[in-house]
C-alpha cells in the first residue's frame, strides 16, 4: 500500500511541477523506465532514488513520503 501511495506523491509532484516523465528522468539521471515503474508502483523507490526525485522537484524528501492519519498504526 505505501508504495502505490508513494508512486501517486511522486506522480503529482511531477504533474504539479509542471514535468514530463522524460524531463524528470533526465534531470535525475535514471532511465524512464526506472521513473515509469516507481510511479506505477511496480518498484519500490530506494532511498537513493527517493532523493534523486526530491532533488529534482526541488523538494524536502519528507513531501514524498505517504501522509499518516491520526489513528492509523505505524
Request: net charge positive; charged share 35%.
Amino acid at each position: 500500500m505505501e508504495k502505490n501511495q508513494i508512486a501517486q506523491r511522486v506522480r503529482a509532484f511531477r504533474k504539479l511541477k509542471g514535468f514530463t516523465q522524460d524531463e524528470l528522468a533526465q534531470r535525475m539521471g535514471v532511465s524512464i523506465a526506472i521513473l515509469g515503474a516507481i510511479e506505477r508502483g511496480s518498484r519500490k523507490a530506494e532511498a537513493k532514488i527517493m532523493q534523486k526525485i526530491a532533488d529534482a522537484l526541488n523538494i524536502d524528501p519528507a513531501e514524498l513520503l505517504p501522509v499518516r492519519k491520526e489513528g492509523e498504526d505505524q
